[in-house]
């Protein structure tokens, strides 16, 4: 492989990972922050251990997710530093502020809420961990509005005498309709992880908490049914906002769209939808496919006539209509169309990683409403299999954001930014095959070793459990700042 390939496969297994630790900390923390508040109101002991007991499991996911994050930053100036001098003015901004921001922000407030039991006022103290939250969510936004620029780049224009796309209108990239269906798709997902870490968590206490404390037992069950219910309603929210974003993909990307569903043929009317299909391996030609009818003209257009491109068709068109597009714009045509240019993605990819994104976030649904059914009237002897389900759980949407990511990110491809620039363009020209390599394994090692810590950490606390209730009380002013839980 050359330096282009291996730079791509650094920066997915980096993102990748990064990635199992963002949608976990984002949900966690709502729900961490609605414990606190809940005790708040009934000053019900069971709901301020609730709240420290996930506390912790928030702040190890947390740290993981800062130290994975900080090596993505690199790897713009490292191996792409071609992309990022040519759209470093419009890609750096929202970056900036999510850096500036939503991270201090998160940063600040988290450690108020570690460190203030005791001192800090009990509704400051409270609030604390929902402007973490709120941290997280802004981070979220900024970055999503700097990828949704990458799949519809708008807000800028090119300038011929610098050679680069200087950013003319910020709120057109916060405001990307890519971005505006995007962040409540991924922010739902978010929830739909933290939901059912806590379904998860709170069911296997339930089977391994002491038969001689009931009221531990009880905790658990709140725990579990709480979690149910956040993954429940999230994942509606999933189904309901990822209908949206469909239509808009079809609309700004419609081979991605094509990709998605391996339609090769354009349907003018009526296009069915694929529950399974085997094509060629080259992935040029269908072979065998399993549809249901009119289904896909209604995900892509909101109508079950609605007209959806294939693949064939769009790849004789594409090329045309964005180097006409190009031209418009005064941009270079090196950027959008290398004579080596394929603009189909990986048609296999792209279609299996839709329906493993679809799958299992359904599958997470799935359970939740087991969870609540079983666990319903006080109930607390579950079926072992249900534990092992809980067990599972938390694995499902996690694992559905990262098949999510790697369709959105495959299915743009051949371009770093659709339509405007190839990937092959945005790879940096002195970055040797051997450099990328040697950090790649640095960094592939390094995330095992710490996979291992965040796993261990985990493990460790869940099987302590939520440690016993005690009443939080003013601390004197002369005792020094500690971890307190």
Request: glycine fraction near 8%; include cysteine; aromatic fraction near 12%.
């Amino acid at each position: 492989m050359d330096a282009l390939e291996l730079a791509r496969w650094q920066f997915a297994i980096t993102t990748v990972y990064h990635f199992l630790f963002v949608p976990i900390t984002i949900g966690l923390s709502a729900i961490v922050a609605g414990f606190h508040t809940w005790y708040l109101r009934r000053r019900d002991p069971q709901l301020l251990r609730l709240a420290k007991f996930f506390g912790k499991l928030f702040t190890i996911n947390f740290a993981l997710g800062l130290v994975t994050g900080i090596v993505q930053e690199f790897q713009f100036g490292m191996n792409w530093s071609d992309y990022s001098k040519f759209v470093g003015d419009i890609f750096g901004a929202p970056l900036a502020f999510e850096a500036l921001l939503a991270f201090f922000l998160e940063s600040t407030f988290l450690g108020l809420w570690i460190f203030g039991w005791g001192r800090v006022p009990e509704k400051i103290h409270a609030a604390c961990m929902w402007v973490v939250h709120i941290g997280t969510v802004l981070s979220a936004y900024f970055i999503l509005a700097a990828n949704s620029f990458m799949q519809h780049p708008v807000g800028y224009r090119y300038n011929p005498d610098t050679g680069r796309a200087e950013l003319t209108d910020f709120v057109a990239v916060l405001t990307n309709k890519v971005q505006l269906v995007t962040f409540p798709h991924v922010l739902a997902a978010a929830y739909l992880c933290g939901g059912a870490l806590v379904m998860g968590v709170g069911l296997w206490s339930m089977r391994t908490s002491s038969p001689h404390h009931r009221q531990d037992t009880q905790m658990y069950r709140k725990a579990a049914r709480i979690g149910a219910i956040v993954t429940l309603v999230a994942g509606i929210g999933v189904a309901i906002t990822g209908d949206t974003q469909g239509k808009v993909m079809t609309e700004v990307q419609p081979m991605k769209m094509a990709a998605a569903e391996a339609l090769y043929t354009t349907r003018d009317s009526c296009a069915e939808f694929s529950i399974f299909t085997v094509g060629s391996l080259d992935g040029e030609h269908e072979k065998y496919a399993i549809t249901v009818p009119c289904v896909l003209s209604f995900l892509g257009t909101g109508s079950f006539d609605g007209k959806v491109q294939g693949i064939n068709d769009l790849k004789r068109e594409l090329p045309r209509q964005i180097a006409a597009a190009a031209a418009q714009r005064g941009e270079p045509a090196r950027y959008v169309q290398p004579a080596d240019a394929v603009f189909t993605p990986n048609i296999p990819l792209a279609y299996w990683s839709f329906r493993l994104m679809i799958g299992v976030g359904m599958l997470a649904s799935a359970i939740s409403i087991v969870v609540l059914w079983l666990t319903r009237k006080g109930r607390s002897d579950l079926p072992r299999w249900l534990v092992l389900a809980g067990i599972v759980a938390p694995l499902l949407p996690v694992l559905g954001n990262s098949f999510g990511w790697i369709f959105t990110e495959t299915g743009r491809q051949p371009w770093l930014v659709y339509g405007v620039m190839t990937t092959s363009s945005g790879v940096s020209p002195t970055v040797s095959t051997a450099s990328v390599i040697t950090s790649m394994v640095v960094f592939t090692v390094l995330y095992a070793g710490l996979a291992v810590v965040e796993v261990r950490l985990m493990l460790d606390y869940i099987r302590r459990g939520a440690d016993a209730y005690r009443p939080t009380e003013p601390a004197a002013d002369n005792k020094p700042l500690a971890f307190s839980y």
